[in-house]
Every structure is written in structure tokens, then in C-alpha cells.
């Protein structure tokens, strides 16, 4: 009995043919080249009854081919001689060069066995890219040998607060557990490395110049109250201590950020740019300063002002900064990739000022948010983003012009973990959805979500293989 062909993300075009091709090993004795008449990111798997060809425009576009004819090979059959692979002729692409997903191990620190299981996941389904948050208020989890502290103090927290924060709330519970763990420059490299091998590019976040509070906890000049010994956050929300813009601290950013650029050879630097309160700037007699020297008319444009500084570094080792929207609003860099988080409106004011855009709204893919019933599911931050939302996701927004839709580089998914202590809880959060999502990022065919779940139920046995949690389907 023939099983049916289960492959997610689903391929540009896949035409069932006539008739089967025996192999008593299918795997090894498809014929795999790299050809010239397919674009690079293209590939095509033809099975006739004589054999299997994977060919592609080159060397990445085979690890895709690879990926999909490994999900074909579970729809082949036991007959005398081998295995029954069906004829198939599959022709594909991604419609998007970034296709990405986000983990924040700042908040909850993860092993870094669990983070090489995720980018087995990413490769599965031909995601590309992991993005790295690497520090918060609540920890900073990257090693760097010009300053121990930010780990031997900024990545240990005494406790953490217990429950959900609510808005305006100033009493909290804590659970009396420390918390903590980094990762070693080596550590990284391997990350990196394994990631590579996959396919995939790692992306490191060193969110500035808010949610630094870890980093003004190991060192306090940091700070605009150098004489308050801060601890490292125990609770959630945004932090009202962002660093001071004093030249010694732009100096301890651009030295980070060498170190950070000797760990990660990918092109893109995540500099964060969200949320950052500008109150203690207004409060500070040597911001006001700085302020007037530059003769900008508010602190909060003391911003972009430091990001530029310290972005400079990025340039001159020939790397592209990447920021969270509101560093549109800041005066960046031109050349700033921008991940619109706020909204798909973000992503549209992004492209028509010129930026290259990832697609990163917060409404249909950040699995932080519920999944079903808040009452029976685990906690989340709010919100409610089941998979049927996830995957009906519109990656380009409307209104855009043709050249404004060329600015859309990509999509991506984000898991914050204020409310996911380990890689139980972000695996039950982050699948099946990462599988819807993958449908969109790759620009799978839409079909009915019906015809999704068909092919999404036997693809859960893959992710169980790769021994990661999901969320069964209900």
C-alpha cells in the first residue's frame, strides 16, 4: 500500500507520476549533482522508474534537495528487492533568502546541546537562519575575555519571579532559585560550526543600548548612576537603566563587539535598538551635555547618535547591522536591516524609507503567545497566536510598491523565554508552529489547513526523532 507523500514545507511544485522505482538502498544510489541551467537557490528531484536525480544550482540549493527528498523517502514502501520509492518530479525554491527564527536564551538560559537540536529543527525545514538573543537585562550569556564580569556577575541571577507580571504591578513573588549559565567563546564557535554545516547562518544579538541592566550590574560605570550597584534583573518588563553616553562606554560596546565579530563569520550583527527608555538620559547632567554638544533637541535622539558610534565597528569588519523597528526611528544607518516586530505597518514604513526588511510581527509569529486556552495551557506572556494563525501569515504587507516588496528579505519567528525555564517549554511553544511557519517563510503553495494537518501529522514523528517537545495537535 502506497503512503502518501508528507513534506513540510511544502515544495513550489511536486507532480505525482506513473509507476515506482525499487532500491534496495534509495538514499545512496540517488545520483546528486550540481548543475547550471538552475538558479542558486533552485532545486529539482526527478524519480522515474530508472532512479532518483537531485540536482540544483549549487551546493546550497542540494541541502535542500536533501531535506525534501529525505521527507520523500518515508513515503516509500517494503517490497522484495528493496524499497518502493514513488515517481515524483519536484521543481523548487524559497521565495525568501532570510528564514529565520529567534531564541532568546537571555531570560532562561538553554543548554547548548538544545540550541544544536534547534538547528537540526531550522534544517529540517529549510529554515536558514537563528538568531542568537544573547543578552537582556535578566543575563548576558556570551563570553568576553576583555570584561569576566559581564558573565562571572551579568549571567547569574539570584531568583526569578514567580507567575505572570502584570502591568503596573510592583509586588512580586520569587522562586529562591539562582539562575544562570553562559556560553564560552568555544562553545559558540561549535554552535556556529554545527550550524554551518547545516546550512544555516547563526546571528548574535547584543541588544543595546537598553536592556544592558546584567551589563551595568558587572560594571556600574556603565550606568547612568555609576555610584548604584544594580543586581541583574529578577523580574520581566523593560528596564528604566540603559547604558550612559559617555565615550568610555562606547569604547566597552566596540570592544565587545570585536570579540562578538572573532565568535561569528555570518554577515549580520544584531544590535537590538528596542525599547529603550531615554528618562535617565533626561536626568543626567553628562547626557544633557552630550545632547548639547550634538545640538539635538531631545535625549531620546542620544539613540541613534550611540548607535552609530558603536555600529561603526560593524562597518569596518564588513558587517551589515541588524536592529528591532524602532531603530528606524532613531536615525540608523541606512544600510540597517530593519525586523519589524511592532506590526506589518513597521515593515512598510521600513521598506518605503529604504531599508531591507525582515518581517517579524509579533502578532502572527512570536510563540511566546498562547496556543489555546490560557487556563489549560502553560503559562504565556498574553495574547493568542494558534497554528492555523501562524499558518495564515502574510509576509509581504500591502501597500507596497514592486520595488518596496524587493526590500522584503524575509521573515522570522521569535521565542522569548521569560516564561520558558528549559527546552521542555520551548519546544511545546515553538512546535508544530515553526512548521507552519516554515510554509510561509519558504513560500509553500497555500492550500487548505486541512491539507496542512494532513501533511503535519506524520511530520511530527520527525521532530519527535530529533528529540524535541511539541504541542500534540488538539
Not at 537571555?106 to 542568537?132: C, Q, Y
Not at 546584567?214 to 528604566?240: C, F, H, K, M
Not at 503553495?445 to 501529522?457: A, G, I, K, M, N
Not at 511530520?459 to 488538539?474: K, Q, S, T, W
Request: with cysteine.
Amino acid at each position: 500500500m502506497s503512503v502518501p507523500i508528507s513534506i513540510v514545507p511544502a515544495p513550489r511544485d511536486l507532480v505525482a507520476e506513473e509507476g515506482q522505482w525499487v532500491s534496495s538502498d534509495p538514499d545512496a544510489e540517488a545520483v546528486r549533482t550540481v548543475v547550471d541551467n538552475l538558479g542558486e537557490t533552485e532545486y529539482r528531484i526527478d524519480v522515474t522508474p530508472d532512479g532518483a536525480r537531485l540536482s540544483a544550482g549549487s551546493n546550497e540549493a542540494l541541502r535542500y534537495a536533501e531535506q525534501t527528498y529525505r521527507q520523500l523517502l518515508d513515503s516509500a514502501s517494503p517490497v522484495e528487492g528493496g524499497l518502493a520509492v514513488p515517481a515524483v518530479r519536484i521543481e523548487d525554491a524559497p521565495q525568501f533568502g532570510w528564514r529565520g527564527m529567534m531564541l532568546d536564551v537571555a531570560r532562561h538560559f538553554m543548554p547548548k546541546e538544545f540550541v544544536l537540536r534547534v538547528i537540526d529543527v531550522l534544517a529540517l525545514h529549510r529554515l536558514n537562519v537563528l538568531h542568537l538573543h544573547l543578552t537582556d537585562d535578566q543575563g548576558w550569556r556570551v563570553q568576553i575575555e576583555a570584561y569576566p564580569k559581564l558573565t562571572e556577575v551579568g549571567a547569574w541571577r539570584p531568583e526569578t519571579m514567580i507567575g505572570k507580571m502584570s502591568h503596573g504591578q510592583t509586588d512580586f513573588e520569587y522562586d529562591g532559585t539562582r539562575h544562570g549559565g553562559f556560553y564560552t567563546k568555544d562553545d559558540l564557535r561549535e554552535i556556529v560550526a554545527y550550524a554551518a554545516d547545516r546550512g544555516i547562518t547563526v546571528v548574535p544579538e547584543i541588544d543595546l543600548p537598553g536592556h544592558m541592566q546584567a551589563a551595568i550590574a558587572a560594571y556600574p560605570e556603565l550606568g547612568n548612576n555609576p555610584d548604584t550597584q544594580l543586581g541583574v534583573r529578577q523580574i520581566w518588563g523593560i528596564s528604566e537603566d540603559v547604558l550612559n553616553v559617555s565615550d568610555e562606554t562606547i569604547d566597552f560596546v566596540r570592544t565587545v563587539l570585536r570579540e562578538v565579530l572573532e565568535i561569528f563569520p555570518g554577515p549580520y550583527i544584531h544590535l537590538g535598538g528596542d525599547e529603550c527608555p531615554a528618562n535617565q538620559w533626561r536626568e543626567s547632567l553628562a547626557a544633557k551635555t552630550r545632547q548639547d554638544d550634538l545640538e539635538l533637541t531631545d535625549a531620546g535622539q542620544l539613540q541613534g547618535w550611540f548607535t552609530a558610534q558603536v555600529a561603526s565597528v560593524l562597518a569596518e569588519n564588513g558587517r551589515r547591522l541588524v536592529g528591532w523597528d524602532e531603530m528606524v526611528e532613531t536615525d540608523c544607518p541606512k544600510d540597517a536591516v530593519i525586523m519589524a516586530w511592532r506590526g506589518p505597518d513597521r515593515g512598510e514604513i521600513a521598506a518605503k524609507a529604504g531599508h531591507d526588511v525582515v518581517m517579524a510581527p509579533s502578532q502572527s509569529v512570536y510563540f511566546d503567545y498562547y496556543q489555546g486556552d490560557p487556563e489549560t495551557e502553560p503559562l504565556a506572556i498574553g495574547n493568542f497566536t494558534p497554528l492555523e494563525k501562524v499558518y495564515d501569515f502574510e509576509v509581504i504587507p500591502a501597500g507596497l510598491t514592486a520595488e518596496e516588496e524587493a526590500r522584503i528579505i524575509g521573515t522570522q519567528c521569535q521565542v522569548w523565554t521569560e516564561y520558558m525555564e528549559g527546552p521542555e517549554q520551548v519546544g511545546y511553544m515553538l512546535l508544530p508552529r515553526l512548521s507552519a511557519f516554515a510554509e510561509r517563510a519558504w513560500g509553500s503553495p497555500r492550500t487548505s489547513y486541512e491539507d496542512f494537518l494532513t501533511r503535519l501529522r506524520p511530520h511530527l514523528a520527525r521532530i519527535e526523532a530529533l528529540g524535541l517537545n511539541y504541542r500534540p495537535l488538539d
